[in-house]
């Protein structure tokens, strides 16, 4: 993935044709597409071959289970053409080791995450998450945007690991916040695939993502 538009595109569409169509419109201005459970069900697991033809495609299954079980789930995406997986971190090093050696390092492992529930669970057992992302050779971690001062308390723990950082936009998140506080790519769903003008929502995103506005 270069890091050139410092975002990537949550492609949670629930139709073939509109993944198809939004992702021909906003290509331009996203370094990768994230695709999550609603696509993979409505269209497929073969859209993640046909994804990966036009960008670098990170499937967020949010892997959470036995060692043996991820990396079979692991195998899978791979074989189909994702550059990377996300996982859960709170299965435990194990588990994110299984997806690690299964992806050769390219797994991005959720800390705590960006809704309010986030608070509830993941927020105390974050720093200790980050801290076996580290250990275990993951390339990044998750963390959220509609907390930035969070992103930059995990970028302590992780040193120089990628930070991709969800809930700018529809969750109330600011692009420009989350990379100033040490996110390396800002995740954006709904406030690019639910504009009126997908392209341009995502022109302007990438602008404030890369600091030019
Ligand atoms: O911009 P949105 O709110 O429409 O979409 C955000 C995307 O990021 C959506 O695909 C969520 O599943 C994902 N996400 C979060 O919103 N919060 C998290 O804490 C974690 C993720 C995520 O990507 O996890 C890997």
């Known amino acids: 993935m270069q890091k050139k538009n410092r975002m990537i595109l949550a492609l949670d569409v629930t139709s073939h044709d509109e993944a198809i169509r939004v992702v021909a419109a906003v290509k331009d201005y ?6 999550n459970w609603p696509l993979i069900l409505a269209a497929g697991p073969e859209i993640i071959t046909e994804l990966s033809r036009v960008k670098d495609v990170i499937c967020d299954m949010k892997i ?3 060692p043996n079980t ?7 995406a791979m074989k ?4 990377a997986v996300i996982c859960h971190g709170f299965a435990g090093e194990d588990s994110v080791r299984a997806c690690v050696d299964a992806s050769k390092g390219q797994v991005f492992v959720l800390t705590e995450m960006s809704h309010p529930g986030g608070k509830q669970f993941t927020a105390p057992v974050a720093d ?17 945007a509609t ?11 992780i040193g120089s690991m990628e930070i991709i950082s969800p809930g700018v ?25 639910e504009a009126q003008d997908p392209r341009d929502a995502a022109k302007k995103l990438a602008a404030e993502a890369r600091n030019e506005i």
Do not use: C, F
């Not at 991820?70 to 899978?76: A, C, D, G």
């Not at 907390?147 to 723990?157: F, G, H, Q, V």
């Open 80 to 83: 189909r053409g994702a550059s």
């Open 64 to 66: 959470s289970d036995i």
């Open 70 to 76: 991820n990396r079979l789930i692991v195998e899978q």
């Open 169 to 193: 936009g529809a969750q109330g998140g600011k692009a420009s916040d989350a990379i100033r506080a040490g996110a390396d790519y800002i995740i954006v769903g709904r406030a690019i695939y």
């Open 128 to 144: 200790k998450i980050a801290v076996i992302a580290r250990s275990a050779g993951a390339r990044g971690i998750v963390a959220p």
């Open 147 to 157: 907390r930035p001062e969070r992103i930059a308390e995990l970028r302590k723990i």
């Open 30 to 35: 996203v370094d990768a597409i994230k695709i």
